[in-house]
């Protein structure tokens, strides 16, 4: 198309920017229903524990509580448990608690100052019972079973070479398993490595909090929700509550943020127990506090058996990972899934053999966290290949490019091919740092890691429908979640490449289970790659309509047509006749004018051969590059460049992205170099206050810190997009600490690199060097 | 609790109002006010979503009694924009996509504002500097420090265009 506008591609203003930009956007959090009452929780103080009995008689009574639950509030005939294939947290705690935080009490009042001087009135008796802290004390032998019943769940379907249990020993609620070639493989190699590797666990810290307000009456339940999957919610408060499924409306507008913890049940449940219960509307939000209560990254210990010829080829790896899952199972066994998966990285390999065990303990719940379980395996798989390459004398760049899968090559047998040139992207960011220069400082050191994990979801399906209305204005009806990654902006993007129409003149409104069309969730960096699909679609055909309705008009074929900013164009160049839609539809319908609808539909194809049933939509891939300077004295590491990149495929919106690709590289960063949550044997989170808990500041970021958005054009989404927004967080740890190694000769196996640590291992090294 | 009388400026309008002595001044705005641009992230003063500027200091809205109010003059991201023309920093957070999710956002820019007023040409430090009194866990901050750098670029070139202080 000459003369075409061009919108896919270009840094428009987002969608959201005047509401953000003058405070007028409105969050969950900002909504404020008549005559509604205010939740607040009793949690435990306990991290494991019975419930001997709890006392809620002076809370009952005090000024301004409209309701108090505990367990026996629950309909018997409710069920009352939530969790992802694992349905084991209950709505209030029963018999027992199983870490500091499980609630307990639930008190609705007039206003959140008395619901919660309410609940300092309430007294809860306990046995105390031993307590799991770590995951050695889980799985040791005498250690106390947290789930003495039996799992209420499933283990879904798998492809070739992948399966699952529930439950496999005492303590773990799932565990994943991966195999491929033939174990025999090993016996080939020159030298296997075995070496283990422990990842922190951070939480969300999304800055708005979880929060829900509910009204319901017996049959009938709605909530506004900030949530990132709305259908999914509207399936499981279904559930748990024994109502039909189309008597759940769930709102989400717009969320201040999520990075993966706003899924499935959080405050929703008590929210709607407490609006049941008092007939009427109940907002639950909680502290930043109890956020990191209620959902968490998973820590990890990996250990990775690595065989190898002595020229670097990588033939086969055996790895076990044990994800610290928390009280409750939530997303672990999907987190689980993803983690085992892509435990191998982006290579050939002759044997893969995995296990991830979801690891039960007495903290809080973890679950999907940017990079699901693909941060873990990337700082494992990087590291180790790091250290391998420098026991075998070679760089660890040449070791990657040897190893690494080409463009269009399947990961493992039935799965899609690879759709970024690793070595490209590779290139580009040891090209920023100075990777080959020769020259070496002292102390310094340089370090290149890739990322690595599929992308757009397993199974994942999504409609859309594109409305365009009597003078071509259009509305995009899809339920991708906005929580700041500018999907929203993206697809009227996407809309009005295909119908050449100013993004000002398309909306995309807020999502309500009631009329919006079906997705899975926003999630997996699926909005793209998959929704997009589907909108895409929906747009063509959307546009189609109204071609064929003008070519009726017209009385001509509707292939001389084209559709731009709202008028019909009618053959090209100078002597083209230009019919602007609105007389046209009004000329036909009527004053009131119309709407042509159109639908969309993608879903990636259900295949057996593929491990995980569904070939990979899409490889996510972030490549790092990193250089440190590392003070033997004092164990500091400097980070004087960072570099990460991902590759869109195609950017829709390139300010957009890059944004995107800031913000996880941030993340990684402050993971890599401090940011943790810190458990002490009793189970107690020690730096829950948010004023000790540290994410990373404007100052804390590298000074010479750059971001490099690819566009390789290889996706399968709309104009060759990907999905984008999790790349970046997976190399920047491993990409550090490879760094470090070259730097001064230690190995860091251990996040977050702390100057303990460093001085610690530069210890060992100095000693051993005495020794030989 | 005994409501005090206080008297004080609010993005520019001379105001008195009625508040107990344990309102904390996020609640006043959010809840009596009805002025939710002031976002609450962490109520511990450690998040900066809840950032006005009091005299033209950023203070965290969380951790300040209304009453303190009184005799000051307070702004907000409400009182930021004139008669619908926007401030030039929200029009530079617009082209450089300076915000994702938004909930930092109000105060980020009411942040940036305080510290071109004191200081109309700051080096990339010290806009590094302000704003790490406040977080933001989308961004990863490069953009939020490009929409500052354009405007002091801009403002050397044009001085700075009026803002309500
Ligand atoms: S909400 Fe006030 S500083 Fe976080
Ligand atoms: S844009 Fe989400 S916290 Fe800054």
């Known amino acids: ?772 | 609790m005994i409501p005090m009388e206080i008297d004080f400026i609010l993005n520019g309008r001379a105001v008195t109002g009625k508040v107990s002595g344990n309102l904390l001044l996020a609640d006043y705005l959010r809840e009596h006010l009805d002025l939710k641009g002031a976002k609450i992230g962490c109520s511990r003063g450690a998040c900066g979503s809840c950032t006005v500027l009091v005299n033209n200091i950023p203070i965290a809205a969380c951790s300040y009694f209304a009453f303190q109010l009184d005799g000051k003059s307070v702004l907000t991201i409400e009182g930021l924009e004139r008669d619908t023309t926007l401030h030039d920093l929200q029009q530079a957070f617009i082209e450089h996509a300076a915000f994702q999710c938004g909930y930092c956002t109000s105060g980020m820019i009411l942040v940036l504002k305080a510290m071109l007023d004191h200081e109309p040409n700051p080096s990339r430090d010290t806009v590094v500097e302000w704003i790490s009194s406040n977080i933001c866990r989308c961004t990863g901050y490069a953009q939020i420090i490009a929409a500052a750098e354009a405007i002091i670029a801009m403002r050397a070139n044009t001085g700075p265009t009026e803002a309500v202080s």
């Open chain 1, 1 to 772: 198309m000459s003369g075409a506008m061009r919108i896919v591609g270009v840094g428009l203003p987002r969608k959201d920017a005047l509401e953000k930009v003058t405070g007028r956007v409105r969050y969950t959090a900002d909504v404020d229903l008549p005559g509604m009452l205010h939740a607040k929780t009793l949690r435990s103080s306990r991290a494991h524990a019975l419930i001997r009995s709890i006392d809620v008689t002076a809370a009952a009574n005090a000024p301004g509580v409209r309701a108090v639950l505990t367990s026996k509030d629950v309909p018997s005939h409710y069920m009352a448990v939530y969790g992802y294939n694992i349905k084991d947290q209950p709505l209030v705690a029963t018999d027992r608690v199983r870490y500091m935080g499980d609630i307990i009490c639930a008190i609705a009042a007039d206003t959140e100052e008395q619901a919660a001087a309410a609940l300092a009135l309430v007294s809860v008796a306990y046995d105390d019972l031993p307590v799991v802290a770590t995951m050695e004390a889980a799985l040791a032998a005498d250690a106390p079973e947290l789930f003495p019943e039996a799992p209420f769940g499933v283990v879904p379907g798998y492809g070739e070479g992948a399966s699952a249990v529930m439950r496999p020993r005492k303590n773990v609620c799932y565990q994943f398993n991966y195999t491929t070639g033939p174990s025999s493989a090993f016996d080939v190699c020159d030298f296997v490595y075995e070496d283990v590797f422990r990842f922190s666990r951070m939480h969300h810290y999304h800055l708005e909090p979880f929060v829900t307000v509910a009204s319901a009456r017996e049959g009938r339940i709605e909530v506004w929700a900030s949530n990132q999957n709305p259908f999914p919610l509207r399936k499981e408060l279904a559930r748990i509550f024994k109502v039909s499924e189309s008597s759940v409306t769930v709102h989400v507008g717009t969320l201040g943020a999520g990075f993966g913890s706003k899924n499935n049940c959080k405050t929703e449940p008590v929210a709607v127990m407490l609006s049941l219960m008092t007939k009427r509307p109940v907002r639950f939000c909680l502290t930043m506090e109890e956020n990191a209560l209620t959902n968490t990254q998973h820590a990890a210990i990996l250990k990775l058996k690595t065989g190898v010829m002595k020229d670097g080829i990588l033939v086969a790896r055996q790895s076990e990972i044990l994800l610290d899952s928390g009280a409750y199972s939530d997303a672990s066994p999907l987190v689980a899934e993803k983690a085992g998966y892509r435990i191998p990285g982006p290579y050939r390999w002759k044997h893969i053999d995995t296990a991830c065990l979801c690891v039960m303990t007495n903290t809080a719940p973890a679950g999907p966290f940017r990079g699901f379980g693909g941060t873990q395996a990337s700082w494992a798989s990087e590291s180790q290949l790091d250290m391998i390459a420098r026991r075998l004398g070679l760089d660890p760049y040449d070791m990657r490019v040897k190893n690494m899968i080409s463009l269009g090559e399947p990961f493992v047998p039935g799965e899609s091919g690879m759709d970024s040139d690793l070595k490209e992207g590779l290139d580009l960011v040891c090209a920023e740092i100075g990777y080959h220069d020769k020259v070496k400082k002292p102390f310094f050191g340089k370090g290149i890691s890739i990322g690595f994990k599929d992308g757009g979801g397993i199974k994942k399906a999504a409609q859309a429908r594109v409305r365009i209305l009597t003078n071509g204005d259009a509305i995009v009806n899809c339920s991708s979640v906005e929580m700041g990654q500018g999907i929203r902006t993206a697809m009227t993007q996407v809309v009005g490449e295909i119908l050449q129409l100013p993004i000002e003149r398309i909306s995309a409104p807020a999502i309500n289970t009631d009329h919006s069309p079906f997705c899975e969730g926003t999630n997996a960096s699926s909005g793209v790659a998959v929704t997009g699909r589907a909108v895409a679609q929906a747009a063509r055909d959307a546009r189609q309509k109204v071609l064929d309705f003008a070519a009726m008009q017209l009385q001509c074929d509707a292939s001389e047509l084209s559709l731009e900013n709202g008028v019909i164009v009618q053959g090209t160049g100078p002597n083209a006749q230009r019919h602007p839609m609105g007389p046209m539809v009004m000329g036909f319908y009527g004053g009131p004018g119309f709407e042509f609808t159109a639908e969309g539909f993608f879903m990636a194809p259900v295949d057996h051969r593929a491990p995980l049933e569904s070939p990979c939509v899409f490889w996510e891939m972030g490549w790092g590059a990193a250089e440190v300077e590392v003070d033997i004295e004092t164990g500091q590491v400097k980070v004087h460049k960072l570099v990460t990149s991902g590759d869109t495929g195609r950017s829709i919106n390139p300010l957009v992205c890059k944004g995107q690709e800031d913000g996880a590289a941030v993340m990684g960063y402050g993971q890599a170099m401090f940011e943790r949550m810190i458990y002490n044997d009793a189970g107690e989170l020690l730096n829950i206050d948010p004023l000790i808990y540290r994410v990373p500041l404007a100052e804390d970021v590298p000074s010479h810190f750059v971001t490099i958005t690819q566009q390789q054009g290889h996706g399968p989404g709309p104009f060759g997009a990907k999905g984008a927004g999790e790349a970046t967080i997976l190399p920047v740890a491993s990409a550090i600490a490879n760094a470090i190694e070259d730097a001064v000769g230690v190995r860091i196996t251990e996040l977050p690199i702390t100057p303990e640590r460093v001085l610690e291992a530069l210890a060992r090294k100095a000693k051993a060097e005495l020794r030989s």
